[in-house]
């Protein structure tokens, strides 16, 4: 059957205009402890990665390709936090989990291009601390001012594009059953389940789109620390391994968690795991990697933590002195 057409049974129901959004439970006393705690997260999140991008903004010890992209992946992470959490929230304050059409499949696109936009800007990440280490004195030729935007704008775009065709044949599905998403947010996996339309082929799609973009993605950052890893078990010195190492051990964590968590939820057939158990996953996926980006990044970087307490240092003193 099209997707765009409804079989017979189906036309004296009536077109689903808006979805329920069921969140984790209805217990009020949960869902407000609920509240604060993935508030206080949130604005943690905010508050490191704003910082992040400020700091790499204003010290120019920071202006370099590395930064550069640590700066623009704070920024993903603020909007790819920001795009599924307030609408939580909402629902965990006022009890009401509602959401119009229109804003359900656009929170959906945004969730998904952002997502995936996030796993092209690590690559990039991988592939420059490749040069970096692999190439270092073609390096600062390699990676000018020019790649580096083009790099960043490239993830942007292959982000969207690949999640263009998906969401558009997504949306066109007939929702004429039920309108309550088990979800907390308005995940595809969840809407699909919701259709009254045959979406073999558009589960299949969503599979092999996730297959090529984690898959086709991540390889490219393994080859990379491949190459990196025998370059630097070559270096003689053991003080130079450890600084080698310790400029990509941020990343890796970073990528570990995110692809691991990422491929467990959409790496399998869409219904070959609850949806409950699909809601934990993502959770842990839409609040812990974008709040620990910061930290990550901040505490294992000798860099970033001199320039945050140069930072901290001249506000003290601004502060003293406007107290004078």
């Avoid at 407000?32 to 705690?37: C, D, G």
């Avoid at 003689?236 to 964590?253: D, E, L, M, N, R």
């Amino acid at each position: 059957m099209p997707l765009s057409s409804m079989s017979s049974h189906m036309k004296n129901k009536t077109l689903v205009t808006e979805f329920v959004l069921l969140g984790f439970t209805e217990i009020r006393l949960v869902e407000i402890s609920l509240f604060v705690i993935i508030l206080s997260l949130y604005l943690l999140t905010l508050m490191g990665n704003l910082v992040i991008i400020t700091i790499t903004l204003i010290d120019q010890r920071l202006q370099i390709p590395m930064y550069f992209f640590l700066r623009n992946l704070s920024l993903m992470e603020i909007g790819y936090s920001s795009i599924i959490i307030p609408k939580m929230l909402s629902k965990f304050l006022t009890g009401k989990g509602t959401i119009s059409l229109m804003a359900c499949f656009t929170q959906c696109f945004l969730y998904f291009a952002v997502g995936t936009s996030g796993f092209f800007l690590l690559t990039v990440m991988s592939v420059d601390r490749y040069v970096a280490i692999c190439h270092p004195l073609r390096y600062p030729i390699i990676m000018n001012r020019r790649v580096c935007i083009h790099l960043v704008t490239g993830s942007w775009i292959c982000g969207f594009l690949i999640i263009l065709w998906p969401s558009v044949l997504l949306f066109q599905l007939p929702f004429c059953g039920s309108n309550v998403i088990n979800h907390f947010f308005c995940d595809s996996t969840a809407l699909i389940k919701l259709s009254c339309a045959n979406t073999q082929h558009l589960e299949l799609m969503d599979f092999f789109t996730a297959i090529f973009t984690l898959l086709g993605t991540l390889s490219i950052t393994v080859v990379s620390y491949v190459n990196i890893i025998s370059t630097v078990s070559r270096i003689p010195s053991a003080t130079g391994k450890q600084k080698a190492f310790s400029t990509c051990a941020s990343h890796i964590i970073m990528v570990s968690i995110t692809y691991g968590t990422c491929i467990f939820l959409y790496l399998k057939p869409t219904r070959s795991i609850g949806l409950d158990f699909n809601k934990m996953a993502a959770i842990f996926n839409t609040i812990l990697p974008p709040l620990l980006d910061p930290f990550i990044y901040s505490l294992r970087n000798k860099q970033v933590k001199e320039a945050l307490k140069q930072a901290v240092g001249r506000i003290v003193r601004c502060s003293k002195d406007s107290r004078m």
